[in-house]
């Protein structure tokens, strides 16, 4: 069984930065997807970004630039680097892993990008 917890999440101005971290327990060996999805009011949720085992890297276009996804295999761990900030940012954010075709979801974290 693989849990995944979230932190990082909080309430940041536009143009500002926020590190979301996403870290795993029990064993993800034969991890097939980690990725950062949102979830906003009214809306679907969509994916932010994602990494292969191999490092190769996808992200939405509307966080190009903007968010770098990365990883820490040593500590099972993925982060989400978002900056530049905007209001439509605001969401909450949640990590997403595929273990052995089996999918697993973090609890979820709030960001919220206000003046």
């Known amino acids: 069984q693989v849990q995944l917890v979230e932190s990082g999440g909080g309430l940041v101005q536009p143009g500002g930065s926020l590190r979301l971290s996403c870290a795993a327990s029990?064993?993800?060996?034969?991890?097939?997807?980690m990725g950062w999805f949102r979830q906003a009011p009214g809306k679907q949720r969509e994916l932010v970004a994602s990494?292969?085992?191999?490092?190769?890297?996808n992200y939405a276009d509307s966080v190009k630039d903007r968010f770098t996804i990365s990883r820490d295999s040593g500590k099972k761990t993925v982060y989400l680097q978002m900056n530049s900030l905007k209001l439509e940012d605001t969401a909450v954010y949640y990590c997403?892993?595929?273990?052995?075709?089996?999918?697993?979801w973090g609890q979820g974290t709030q960001v919220t990008v206000s003046t």
């Open positions: 997403k892993m595929i273990v052995r075709l089996q999918a697993y």
């Open positions: 990494i292969t085992t191999g490092g190769s890297t």
């Open positions: 029990g064993s993800i060996l034969g991890i097939n997807f």
